[in-house]
């Protein structure tokens, strides 16, 4: 999709109280790469220092030698072009404060996604007002995403601004124009993902303009990575949608509890959401305990293995707003964190059989949180599938032919799961990743033998 086409699935219109929506100006299809956008600023996470270039966000390999910036040592580049694009947007006024910055204890003091927030706040207020004159009205004239920035709706006004990084006058921005600025961009900042792993933050103005949230979302946004580009964010949709119907993101993880996505909601971006999910989840709250008894919730963990077995094509929301009243204690908070811990501990420790009970407990746990084309579980689906795979190549001599064969089955199911579902996503993130894996473990199952 290229930039042209930006708006050729979406129109924006009246939404009766978020302002606007987008909607779908035509029929969509599952996986279709609806909108493309790039970035006003983009910053990495603290971690990833030197692991990624600073600009393009490509990571260091055996091809890629990353340069440091020879004036703060703490920037770092794939190449010349990359390291002037940088300076010339924001880090030639950066740079020369950044150490001394970084090691204050304000920001010292600062969770890691303040940290991060408190970058891109920097870079922003370099970016729209370039000659640190905050009487002028913001640089909106030479970049289209400026323009659309100031457009955004403030969210909830935080009560702290984090301490900026700027190399001259920095105690002359005036708290009105930081809070300004960041009351919108705390309210539309986009955590920048690579197979699901996070690596930045980042404010893309337009998506912010358009896509208003559901944690029952007909879309969700993937990142692409190409060396020496900004990083674009791209919409892809996860089912049919309708001409007319709004196009909605998750701008949080729709398997959290119902109570922490409301209250991170409203902390956050100022209201309470009312999407089919929640509205369900609220009848059926409290949640009923999980059974204490280990046989009764067997019993349970294997209804609900049954009950997601069955995949209705068709079906748009998730399993849970059809699943059994009995089944409901397994809504349980404490349950999905429990499994996830238990899988990934684990397939760690080669202990096969639980691995595959948990993950397959968890897969059917995610069937009922997220929508069948969710990325996550495609990716949960492809590590239960070389779990499974583990388990075959890892198992002895004296392994009965019968186990040998439900490992195998296992992992064509599970990978068969993974294909549809990150097929569906598409290509994104750093080069390699699930869909090379899947190819590869689909070659390995097909051959039977050994890695
Ligand atoms: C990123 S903007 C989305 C675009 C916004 N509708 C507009 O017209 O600019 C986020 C803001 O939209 C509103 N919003 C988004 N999703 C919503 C929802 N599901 N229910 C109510 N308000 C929502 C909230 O005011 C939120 O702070």
């Known amino acids: 999709m290229d930039d042209s086409e930006t708006m050729r699935y979406i129109r924006l219109s009246d939404h009766p109280f978020a302002r606007n929506q987008a909607t779908a100006s035509q029929p969509i299809h599952p996986g279709q790469v609806i909108f493309a956008t790039l970035p006003l600023t983009t910053a990495l996470l603290p971690s990833t220092e030197g692991q990624r270039c600073d600009n393009c966000h490509c990571l260091a390999n055996d091809r890629v030698a990353l340069l440091k910036c020879s004036g703060c040592a703490s920037f770092w580049y794939c190449g010349v072009n990359c390291q002037i694009t940088h300076w010339k947007a924001h880090h030639r006024r950066i740079c020369k404060a950044y150490n001394r910055y970084t090691i204050s204890s304000g920001y010292q003091a600062l969770p890691v996604n303040e940290k991060v927030d408190a970058m891109l706040l920097s870079q922003l207020l370099v970016q729209v007002f370039p000659k ?86 007909n879309c969700v946004v993937k990142y692409r990575i190409t060396r ?37 909601l409203q902390a956050n971006y100022g209201f309470r959401c009312a999407c089919l999910l929640c509205t369900f989840e609220k009848r059926i709250h409290p949640i009923p305990s999980l059974p204490q008894n280990t046989e009764e919730f067997a019993a349970l963990t294997k209804q609900l ?16 707003l059809s699943m059994p009243a009995q089944l409901y204690p397994l809504l349980n908070e404490s349950y ?20 595959l009970l948990t993950g397959r407990n968890l897969l059917a746990l995610y069937k009922v949180l997220y929508h069948r084309n969710f990325p996550q579980i495609g990716m949960h689906a492809l590590e239960l599938a070389k779990t499974a795979w583990n388990a075959v190549v890892t198992a002895g001599p004296d392994t009965p032919p019968s186990q040998l064969q439900r490992f195998e089955e296992q992992a064509i199911s599970s990978l068969t799961t993974a294909r549809r579902v990150l097929q569906n996503y598409g290509p994104e993130g750093d080069e390699g990743g699930p869909l090379e894996e899947i190819l590869v473990l689909q070659e390995l199952l097909e051959e039977g033998r050994k890695p």
């Open 132 to 217: 640190d004159d905050f009487s002028l009205p913001p640089l909106a004239g030479n970049d289209p995403l400026v323009s659309v920035f100031f457009d955004l709706l403030q969210g909830p006004t935080h009560a702290n601004i984090p301490g900026l990084c700027r190399t001259s006058k920095s105690a002359d921005v005036p708290q009105h124009i930081a809070r300004e600025c960041f009351s919108r961009f705390g309210n539309n900042n986009f955590v920048l993902h690579s197979h699901l792993n996070t690596f930045a933050h980042g404010v893309y103005p337009l998506a912010s303009r358009l896509f208003n949230h559901s944690c029952i979302p």
């Open 336 to 355: 999905l964190p429990e499994l996830s811990e238990q899988f990934s501990h684990s397939s760690h420790e080669g202990e096969y059989e639980t691995a």
């Open 228 to 264: 020496g580009e900004p990083v674009k964010m791209e919409i892809v949709s996860l089912h049919e949608i309708a001409a007319g119907e709004e196009i909605t993101i998750p701008y949080l993880d729709p398997a959290l509890p119902y109570e922490t996505r409301q209250n991170a």
């Open 305 to 320: 293995q049954t009950f997601t077995e069955d995949e209705d094509e068709t079906q748009d929301v998730p399993l849970m």
